[in-house]
């Protein structure tokens, strides 16, 4: 789906200099009160109208994430769930609203009778769905810390429902390259395709969302979890191998969690816990980055590029193993949050032509099979207050199932557990227990919406989807602005790699690696492959004066400030 811009990508790199590149946009705006960032030009037009009426952040980010779940089908959804970093009167917090496995689940759910995976079972199908998390999670944000009427928030989302907004290239590019998928069920069909192929400005109008939206509005969660709509939505679920029932929508809670925290380079970076491996996995890179001298490692250099890869390879081989829902499994965060693990990365980390003997890591590690298709959004209000907010329906449009009367698609969350712990899953990618299906369990996460702090302000407020790639494009982000001292464009825009220890390749995306450094790494044994896109950073940074910098650079990105 991000192939077209990934076309439009011209970047002349060079391994001792990032400087001379050509951006393909220009999304890069400044204000002096409040900015957001997000991937739909519509959703940030109404999160910035929020804002300028007064709104704090905190309202702006439920209107987003309604208009999103619009105009961003893809990925914004009332049907999935996410993970929020937060900061409200100075104070940093962050909310988990990810998706539960319903209480009938089990942990062969998705097997056949010899034990082997289901094919396409936990992704397109109605048994996918987890019990979704976004509106409950809105609702308590909302109840929390929102100024404004809850009615008022959520009537743009209608609006654009249910008079319908012109799509961009990059919708209709998306809902073209997914007819097949959505083509599958009938309600997706008549919604999400056409015979002849959407182009550009074609009005999409979703009536039936519109009806939900407005139940939502008049009864907040209630509107979602309790009558019509909880009807339609079981009705649906009952026409496939749907697990979820109305004791699982009652019960469905949201958790404010004690936010990752930790120093990096005179710092704090905030991030998602678990049942989200981000937090952790960040605090794994940046502070073994932290212990090198970058003038030793010259950006985009062949060094640098090794010191990154093997501190990722590192990291990526550990987290799988021990990470899992907190609040079922025990999951060792004071052991991954202690210099001791650092060090232990570090002795991980082979220098030169040492890669060829280095495959040893870590044994008996799985990695993760989330797929790509999230979305991001950050929002800085002129009070002070921030969000960092990542949320998803899982893949692209999710199972492709249209929840018939309601509009809405139903996530495809629980094909980011284990769906078989310790062998390849139906995409050759191995997974553990500690993510094994288990009732009322969430499964684990890559997202990691981040807010960095400033002498105790925020100061970078950034993430991203990708999958597995979310937390290299968010390390890399960082990295690059507080490490290297590059301007946020550069820090956002410039392309990526990525290693996640299996498969053992290093990924990069065009104009990631030089000619040289490529060659120089080959000749160490690493294998390498080119990837289209490696995340999609949205970022605001605050300067010194207090103007809000907002960069989106990719795809469907937009970014306002006021
Ligand atoms: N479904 C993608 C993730 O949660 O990381």
């Keep these: 789906m991000l192939q077209i811009n990934t076309l439009l990508l011209v970047f002349f790199i060079t391994s001792t200099s990032y400087t001379q590149y050509i951006p393909f946009n220009n999304r890069i705006v400044h204000g002096k009160k409040g900015a957001v960032v997000c991937s739909s030009p519509e959703a940030a037009e109404v999160g910035i109208a929020i804002l300028q009426q007064g709104g704090n952040a905190f309202d702006a980010s439920v209107a987003v994430a309604f208009a999103m779940a619009v105009t961003y089908p893809q990925a914004g959804n009332i049907g999935g769930g996410g993970f929020l970093v937060g900061f409200a009167e100075n104070k940093p917090f962050t909310l988990d609203y990810r998706e539960k496995a319903p209480k009938r689940a089990h942990r062969d759910m998705f097997l056949d009778d010899n034990k082997n995976p289901i094919k396409d079972m936990s992704t397109h199908t109605r048994a996918a769905s987890g019990v979704p998390g976004t509106v409950k999670g809105f609702w308590e944000l909302h109840k929390k810390y929102g100024s404004l009427s809850w009615e008022k928030l959520v009537q743009p989302s209608i609006h654009l429902a249910k008079n319908g907004f012109p799509i961009s290239e990059f919708l209709a590019y998306s809902l073209n390259s997914n007819t097949k998928k959505l083509s599958k ?9 056409k015979v002849s192929s959407f182009k550009r400005g074609d009005i999409l109008v979703q009536k039936e969302l519109s009806e939900t939206l407005e139940r939502i509005a008049q009864m907040g969660a209630d509107g979602f979890y309790k009558g019509k709509t909880a009807r339609l939505l079981l009705n649906e679920l009952s026409k496939g191998n749907g697990y979820i029932t109305q004791h699982d929508l009652d019960e469905y809670t949201v958790k404010f969690r004690k936010p990752i925290s930790f120093s990096y380079k005179g710092h704090t970076v905030i991030s998602m816990p678990p049942p989200s491996s981000g937090g952790i996995a960040l605090y794994g890179i940046l502070k073994s980055l932290e212990q090198f001298d970058e003038t030793d490692f010259p950006y985009g250099s062949a060094k640098y590029t090794q010191l990154f890869t093997e501190i990722c390879r590192s990291v990526y081989a550990d987290r799988s193993e021990f990470l899992g829902d907190p609040d079922i499994e025990s999951v060792p965060l004071n052991a991954f949050l202690s210099n001791a693990y650092i060090q232990s990365i570090l002795k991980s980390v082979r220098f030169e032509d040492e890669h060829a003997h ?5 044994p008996n590690v799985g990695y993760f099979n989330e797929s790509e298709e999230t979305t991001h959004f950050s929002i800085l209000d002129k009070y002070g207050n921030a969000v960092s907010n990542t949320y998803t329906l899982n893949q ?5 199932i249209v929840v018939k009367g309601a509009g809405f698609l139903l996530n495809n969350q629980m094909d980011d557990f284990s769906i078989k712990p310790g062998v390849p899953n139906t995409y050759g990618l191995i997974g553990n227990e500690k993510n094994s299906i288990k009732p009322e369990k969430r499964m684990l996460s890559s997202m990691s919406p981040t807010i960095v702090l400033k002498d105790g302000k925020p100061y970078f407020i950034v993430g991203s989807p990708g999958g597995s790639t979310i937390i290299t494009a968010v390390a890399q982000a960082i990295h690059r602005l ?10 956002i825009n410039l392309p990526r790699i990525h290693h996640q220890w299996l498969p053992d390749t290093l990924y990069y995306e065009f104009g990631a690696i030089s000619h040289d450094t490529q060659q120089i ?3 160490y044994q690493y294998p390498m492959k080119q990837r289209n896109v490696i995340g999609d950073c949205h970022g605001i940074v605050v300067t010194p004066s207090g103007i809000r910098v907002g960069v989106s650079s990719r795809g469907n990105g937009a970014a306002k400030t006021y």
């Excluded at 069920?185 to 395709?193: Q, S, V």
């Excluded at 692209?396 to 492709?400: A, C, F, K």
């Design 185 to 193: 069920n009938a309600e997706a069909k008549r919604l999400f395709t």
């Design 358 to 362: 280095s495959k040893d890591v870590s």
């Design 396 to 400: 692209s449009y999710g199972s492709g």
């Design 482 to 491: 507080i490490a290297y001292k590059m301007d946020v464009d550069l820090a």
């Design 521 to 523: 790494l080959q000749s």
